[in-house]
């Protein structure tokens, strides 16, 4: 056998750091890939995270692109702190001072008004966000100067809590300067705009002092790495041992097994017919290599996502 490296196909789950962008993670990813003496890979990320953020970025490596809009529409965990008393342009510390307020809420007072944003809620974006507005980014439009007007959309909040406080002597009654949240939230919800509604729901104004991706989807933080860890498959550390399968990510879809001619068929993208398995999405492997994303309905299995991944007798 060759000595020569396999293109990788998996995931690496990052710790991003506050300022470095998703898109330069990426980059970072190609390059430690590249001087690490793998194989051009195609690589993307599964949900952008502000540069200001830090925590989960989880980045897809070869075949494991093609579920990168998975990634995009799964829920999120965040830990983000509320500093009150200020409101900024961006929402977050980046921003000059637009309001403020002398108004201090209680943990009561924050606990109360959380109930409001439960479920489904529809949410203004912040004017410093990347959504278009007539093709041009609406972040742009704002550091222009321009009056931008954003159009609500509907989020959904599946959790959302007050994290123990830090102070032993704190009470429920005791008025707070800041607060930390634990949120998980739908797709397309952003974090700065429920700060600034929280604020505004206990009678003052706020902004985003602090904000972490605990989770994204399948991945927790607990299977995170550091970028100096990532850095070291440049130098030649081994990447399998930081790579997750291709499969992490779809860790709530059903297995389908395939044998061999089945499989042969799926990859020709045919249809599979008289399965027992029950109506939905699956995962169809040979093996335990990933072979399709199939769905199937009365029985017939349709190709939704064909993986060309080696077998593993090659």
């Known amino acids: 056998m060759s000595d020569a490296k396999r293109q990788p196909h998996g995931w690496l789950i990052l710790e991003k750091p506050r300022g470095l962008g998703s898109t330069q993670a990426v980059g970072m990813v190609k390059r430690v890939l590249r001087q690490g003496g793998y194989p051009k890979t195609k690589v993307g990320h599964g949900g952008t ?14 075949e ?5 809009g998975r990634m ?32 201090r809420p209680s943990e009561t007072d924050i606990a109360r008004s959380l109930e409001l944003f439960m479920g489904l809620i529809e949410q203004i974006p912040p004017a410093y966000s990347a959504i278009k507005i007539d093709g041009k ?33 704190q009470t429920d009654d005791t008025t707070l300067d800041s607060v930390t949240l634990r949120a998980q939230v739908s797709k ?3 974090i700065r705009s429920l700060t600034r509604d929280i604020a505004h729901a206990v009678g003052t104004v706020g902004h985003v002092t602090y904000l972490k991706r605990i989770k994204a989807g399948p991945f927790h933080q607990d299977q995170a790495i550091s970028l ?12 399998e041992h930081l790579l997750l399968p291709l499969e992490a990510g779809l860790d709530d879809i059903p ?11 799926v990859r020709q993208g045919r249809v ?23 769905n199937l309905e009365g029985g017939t299995a349709k190709v939704v996502r064909g993986f060309n991944l080696p077998d593993v007798a090659e």
Do not use: N
Not at 49 to 62: F, Q, R, T
């Open 64 to 68: 494991a692109t093609k579920l990168a």
């Open 272 to 294: 599979l017919s008289d399965l027992p398995q029950a109506d939905g999405l699956h995962l169809a492997s040979l093996h335990d290599v990933p072979v399709a994303l199939v």
């Open 72 to 103: 995009l529409d799964a829920s999120k965990v965040y830990d983000f702190t509320i500093r009150f008393g200020e409101e900024t342009s961006t929402l977050d510390t980046e921003g000059e001072v637009v309001a403020t307020s002398d108004v």
């Open 49 to 62: 995270l502000d540069p200001l953020a830090e925590g989960v970025l989880p980045i897809a490596l070869g």
């Open 228 to 239: 100096d860890k990532c850095e070291e498959i440049a130098k030649g550390a081994p990447l």
């Open 255 to 265: 297995a389908l097994s395939l044998d061999p001619d089945s499989a042969q068929a």
């Open 188 to 190: 397309g919800t952003y």
């Open 137 to 169: 980014r609406a972040y742009d439009r704002a550091r222009a100067g321009e009056e931008v007007e954003m159009k609500t959309r509907a989020v959904e909040i599946f959790d959302l809590a007050v994290l123990p406080p830090t102070s032993s002597d």
